[in-house]
Structures are given as structure tokens and as C-alpha cells.
């Protein structure tokens, strides 16, 4: 059989990889031996994985995870695989470049303490939708002081509104004039000043000027104003929860949700805030491609558990006729997006089942 077989350290020449990567890559069963010789130990390769070990150098080379290097090797879905890599990475060089573009506006903002302002002009019904579309998911724990806000970030011609109680997240983006060309730091402004923006938005006129500080936030109409301090934190990175990759995407009536949302069985489970109690619903995919809530899926059915009043405060902050969600399995993030407003939209966090 030997004389059929690649040894080790003639597979390790021929493909580039160490003796010890491919014991490694054993343990983990991504290259495993055709044979391994059960008086030493000595791990022995079938010709044809010469190729295979070739591919896994290719494979490292791009950073592709352990688990989607086992997946292409052994032939499921690769081309889905490879692509979901190719968009991290282009994603990641965009990160790049915006946290560089950040870099430079903090050290001139550091040499030059007058330019740390920005005046933003924005629409006020526009500016009162954004507000209504994020305010649900901001966190109300004093324990949290850099969520206990909404996120104003502005980015080229947008203005995005950022807000997360860590079990969910919500996004709103607005036109805004006055924004600079690249990527800005953005200002947390605490929640009792969101709520009063808020209520000055409901009597405001056509436009309201936004100011954008180092340690204030303002808004001016002509005939108001409101302004407060703003905390000196950092709020966390959110585009990582933006790159979503769902297996599913469904449009479906959001007023047949919410009920079926309401209406449908569910379950307790200690995943709420600070471990409380909390209704859970499960949400799951039939075969025939249709969204039903069931309080025990079976273990095939594509399925995903969520807090039932968070589900529901997304659900009727988005308050379109349709919903465009996007399931990526019981352990990635639901999306809850309104088709035509791309930069809208909300993220649950799912609950495992016992």
C-alpha cells in the first residue's frame, strides 16, 4: 500500500506545506491521511490529494476561516464560499480605508481644535422618520454609557443614525448638506437630547442646521433651539453586524407579521436583559417557503429564535406594507429592511434554544 501512498514529508516537499501544518490540519479534518500506519503513527496520502493540499496553500494564502476551507475541500457549495470571502475582504479594505480617512480628520482635528465642528443641514421630516426608525433599540442601561445615545455619523452625503442596546441594533440614513466628502467622527447624543430633538422636529419648518461638536450637539430651526453636552466615548464599530450573509431572503406583508408576530406561540427562556425572562418567538421556514411561527421547530426547518417585544418594537418602528427579511441561520442576525431605503434598517440578535 506504502508504494501507492505520498508519505508525509513527500506530500509537506511537493505542496509547500510543513510537516506540522498538515499533522494539524489532520487534527482539525481538513487534509486528512488516506491511511495511517497503526504500528508508528506515520500518516500516508493518496496521490490525487497532492491537488487538495496544493488548494489548501491557494486557500490560506486569501485568509479563508478553518471551517470554509473544510467546506471547499470537500466540495460543498465552493463558489458561495469563495464569494462571501472575496466581499469580507473587499469590506474589510473599505474599513481600512475609512478608519485611515478617520486617522487623518483626528490628527488635523488634534492640531487644528477649530475644525473639530460640523454643520449639517437636514430635512426635518426626513430627520423626524430617521429618529423613529433607531430610538427603540437604544440602550437604557447606566451600565453602558456609550449606548445610552443615538450614533450622528456623518458620511459623505449622508447622515447615519446609529443605536444598540447590545441584543439589537438599528440604522437610519438621511441626505444631509454640509457633510464632508469622507468619512467623519461621529457624536453620541444622549438620549434625553434625542427625545427633545424629537419633539422640536414635530413643529419644525422645512430644514433644521445641525451642529456636530467635539462636546456639544445643537439644532437650530428659526425659531428654536436645543443644545447639550454630548459624553466623550467611542461608540462601538457597527459595520460588523452590517455584513450580513443570509441564506434566506423573504418579502412578506408586515401587517401579516405582526400578527402572526402577536398572535403565535412562544416560549420563556432567561434572555433578556441582565438574564430576565424573557417571550421568545421562533420564526421558521417551511419547505414551501413560507414564514411561520412555531414555538418548537424541528431540527431540519431553517429557523431562527428572537425576543418577542424587540421583534416587535423593529417591526413597528420599520411600520412599511412590506418587509424584506433576511435569515442567515439560528445563530447569525436577522435583518429587518424596507425595500427601496437600502441604509434603513434593523438587526435582532438571535436567542440559542435549549
Same mark, same amino acid.
Given at each position: ?51 487538495? *493540499? ?124 454640509? *457633510? ?175
Amino acid at each position: 500500500m506504502e508504494s501507492e501512498l505520498h508519505s508525509i514529508g513527500e506530500l509537506a516537499r511537493a505542496s509547500g506545506l510543513g510537516v506540522g501544518t498538515l499533522r494539524y490540519y489532520d487534527g482539525a479534518e481538513v487534509l486528512t491521511p488516506a491511511w495511517v500506519d497503526p504500528q508508528t503513527g506515520y500518516r500516508w496520502y493518496r496521490p490525487a490529494q497532492l491537488a487538495d *493540499a496544493r488548494l489548501l496553500v491557494r486557500l490560506r494564502r486569501v485568509g479563508l476561516p478553518l471551517a470554509d476551507i473544510r467546506a471547499v475541500l470537500a466540495g460543498h457549495d465552493a463558489e458561495h464560499v469563495l464569494d462571501a470571502h472575496l466581499r469580507r475582504l473587499e469590506d474589510g479594505l473599505a474599513d481600512a480605508r475609512r478608519e485611515l480617512s478617520l486617522i487623518r480628520t483626528t490628527i488635523e482635528q488634534r492640531e487644528h481644535p477649530m475644525a473639530t465642528t460640523l454643520h449639517l443641514t437636514v430635512r426635518a421630516d426626513r430627520l423626524a422618520a430617521a429618529l423613529d426608525a433607531v430610538r427603540f433599540a437604544v440602550c437604557e442601561d447606566p451600565d453602558h454609557p456609550a449606548l445610552t445615545g443615538v450614533l450622528f455619523e456623518p458620511d459623505g452625503p449622508v447622515l447615519r443614525l446609529v443605536a444598540t442596546d447590545r441584543y439589537r441594533m438599528a440604522f437610519a440614513e438621511l441626505p444631509a448638506l454640509g *457633510a464632508p466628502q469622507h468619512p467623519a467622527p461621529g457624536t453620541t447624543v444622549p438620549t434625553a437630547l434625542v427625545d427633545a430633538l424629537r419633539a422640536l422636529l414635530s413643529a419644525a419648518p422645512a430644514e433644521v442646521l445641525l451642529t456636530l461638536g467635539a462636546d456639544t450637539f445643537r439644532a437650530e430651526t428659526p425659531d428654536h433651539r436645543i443644545e447639550g453636552a454630548v459624553p466623550a466615548t467611542d461608540y462601538p464599530d457597527h459595520r460588523v453586524l452590517t455584513r450580513l450573509d443570509p441564506q434566506h431572503r423573504l418579502t412578506l406583508p408586515a401587517a401579516a407579521l405582526r400578527t402572526a408576530v402577536e398572535t403565535g406561540a412562544t416560549r420563556t427562556l432567561p434572555s433578556g436583559p441582565q438574564g430576565a425572562d424573557c417571550q421568545v418567538t421562533v420564526l421558521t421556514l417551511t419547505d414551501d417557503g413560507h414564514l411561520t411561527v412555531t414555538a418548537d421547530p424541528t431540527p431540519d426547518d431553517p429557523h431562527i429564535a428572537l425576543n418577542r417585544d424587540f421583534l416587535l418594537d423593529a417591526l413597528r418602528a420599520a411600520h412599511p406594507e412590506q418587509l424584506l427579511l433576511e435569515l442567515g441561520g439560528p445563530i447569525a442576525p436577522l435583518a429587518i429592511r424596507t425595500p427601496g431605503r437600502t441604509g434603513t434598517f434593523s438587526v435582532l440578535m438571535p436567542i440559542r434554544l435549549p
